[in-house]
Nanobody
Framework: QVQLVESGGGLVQAGGSLRLSCAASGRTVSNYAMGWFRQAPGKEREFVGGISRNGLSTFYSDSVKGRFTASRDNAKNAGYLQMNSLKPEDTAVYYC?????????????????WGQGKQVTVSS
């Protein structure tokens, strides 16, 4: 079992930046791809970005590509999502995920482990 805890969310003005952290425990995160999803009120949960097990490959949704960066520090058993140039439409609860696959999947059902979620609110 892997437990994931997100931190670093909050309120920011449009154009600002936030960094989400995901602390993993239970098992070493180097054995897992890591991902980020978000869910806005009244909308389905959607893929935001992900990073491969070895950290060499990252993947993003078109809506955040060029603004968000996923990274990981296997020595700290943690993952991160740097969010720049934030827009009001980025407002959502953000979830950290982990899965034993080599590569992150864009499909919600593919992920084995989920954090509890962290609110990110971007004001206009």
């Amino acid at each position: 079992q892997v437990q994931l805890v997100e931190s670093g969310g909050g309120l920011v003005q449009a154009g600002g930046s936030l960094r989400l952290s995901c602390a993993a425990s239970g098992r070493t995160v180097s054995n897992y791809a890591m991902g980020w999803f978000r869910q806005a009120p009244g909308k389905e949960r959607e893929f935001v970005g992900g990073i491969s097990r070895n950290g060499l490959s990252t993947f993003y949704s078109d809506s955040v590509k060029g603004r968000f960066t996923a990274s990981r520090d296997n020595a700290k058993n943690a993952g991160y999502l740097q969010m720049n140039s934030l827009k009001p439409e980025d407002t959502a609860v953000y979830y950290c995920t982990a899965d034993s696959a080599l590569w992150p999947s864009r499909q919600t059902k593919a992920w084995d482990y989920w954090g509890q979620g962290k609110q990110v609110t971007v004001s206009s």
